[in-house]
Nanobody, 125 residues
Framework: QLQASGGGLVQAGDSLRLSCAAS????????MGWFRQAPGKEREFVAA????????IYADSVKGRFLVSGDNAKSMVYLQMNSLKPEDTADYYC????????????????????WGQGTLVTVSS
């Protein structure tokens, strides 16, 4: 089970940190992704991280502004969002899987078996 939190209303240029708590057993291959869905748009990939390490990946639209990190001991994953823009406004979802995900599939929703509820981020201009 996944529980996302940390959304809110901020101004353009501000920062916000989202958290996602994973309950239940997580394997060494645990992988978590962040996705977002803006009003009237399809859900899109934001970032992904593996418990086993390696390079985290990001959507081009957030590279250099967002940072995904994890705390294995606490089964927590974070999404630090800096220099927020109005176009970052969306419901943000965390997703996870206990299976290995190849790099090219990390951005695909189908790679993730578990999904949390969304947390709304609104960025005003």
């Amino acid at each position: 089970q996944l529980q996302a939190s940390g959304g809110g209303l901020v101004q353009a240029g501000d920062s916000l940190r989202l958290s996602c708590a994973a309950s239940g057993r997580t394997s060494s291959r645990f992988t978590m992704g962040w996705f977002r869905q803006a009003p009237g748009k399809e859900r899109e990939f934001v970032a992904a991280i593996r418990w086993s390490g390696g390079t985290n990946i990001y959507a081009d639209s957030v590279k250099g502004r967002f940072l995904v990190s994890g705390d294995n001991a606490k089964s927590m994953v974070y999404l630090q969002m800096n220099s927020l823009k109005p176009e970052d406004t969306a419901d943000y979802y965390c997703a996870a899987t206990n299976g290995h995900v190849i790099n090219t599939a990390l951005s695909s929703e189908r790679s993730y078996a578990y999904w949390g509820q969304g947390t709304l981020v609104t960025v005003s201009s």
